[in-house]
């Protein structure tokens, strides 16, 4: 018997309420003293996003043991959030290395180049919490975390793609951002500076390989749902291009505006432009609801990617006050893409 899943999903909202609160303390807002600002990224990435991509390869793996990767992250997030922060980052751990397992599950019983590469993600996000639980610095191994969130799209994206006409080019070519991705996050977390150049390089020859070979080049002429979904990913693959241009402004160090600019065109750009496109595709398999799509849900997305501008346009200027205005619309963003989430979710019942 399965474990229920909306507990665990809440998990994972919290640790996204809560990370994005201590993202706003970054920011320079005041916030409560009870969370750390040094818990975003880990609340981020591990809580939220670990929690909900673990939920959602569990639910469809259908073995009630990797159901304990989502419940670990999500429950090492709250420890963390309840000052347990040594083993709340211990579960995070944990949670990763079960992922991978998982992801590893389903090589042996799926052997193709997109499930390796998912478990890839997956083994470079375990070897980022190992680090990072060992003592290394966030800024050493976001690279990782990062690659683990990139690569796990690439291998959806990738498995997608057969659905395109066969091309012989289509797996040699992947095989260059991939390796500059993951060869980059490992160099990065070794402390070489340069790193940050082959890094952004393997992201700008991702957006290349998806250009060409991303379903979306046909979805996006389609209506409804289907169009909604593939500009959603169009506008995220833009804003991954935008990263892949400012990571190599890092070589020299990490004091500087394209820093924040570079990880957020990341994080917020793509990844969660790739949330806000996958929710309705994702959310009813998981929770078994009905989520229908409305026209309403470019709301959210525009309102994303213009305070992400926003707050871009703050870091290049040097405009704090822009830059933290900017910050706060990709919170209010976010927050009401969940609100429309589950108010349609709620409608729909009631239909």
Known sequence: MNPPRLPLLLMGAICLLTGMVAGLG???FDIPTSIGIHLHGPLMVCGFFGTVIGLERAVAL???WTFAAPFATGGGGLLMLAGQEAPGAVMLTLGSWVFLAGAVSVVRRQPEPFTRLMALAALLWGVGNLLWLAGSPV????????SFLVLTIA???LELSRFLPPS???????VVPVALIGVAAAAAAMGWGQAWLLFGLGLVALVVWSA????IRRTIRQTGLTRYVAICLASGYGWLAVAGMAFPALADGLATPFYDSALHALFVGFVFAMVFGHAPVILPAVL???????PYFYAPLALLHGSLLARL????TANETLRMAGGLANVAAILIFMVTVVSTVLRARNQ
């Not at 050493?140 to 990062?146: D, N």
């Not at 012989?168 to 992947?174: G, K, Q, S, W, Y």
């Not at 346009?313 to 290049?316: E, M, P, R, T, Y």
Request: hydrophobic share 45%.
């Open 313 to 316: 346009a703050g870091d290049f």
């Open 168 to 174: 012989r080019l289509r797996l040699p070519t992947m």
């Open 155 to 157: 291998g959806e994206r």
């Open 288 to 294: 078994k609801v009905r989520l229908p799509f409305k």
């Open 62 to 64: 259908q073995r009630p």
């Open 212 to 215: 060409i070979n991303d379903v």
């Open 139 to 146: 800024a050493e191994i976001v690279p990782l975390w990062a």
């Open 26 to 28: 970054r920011l320079g």
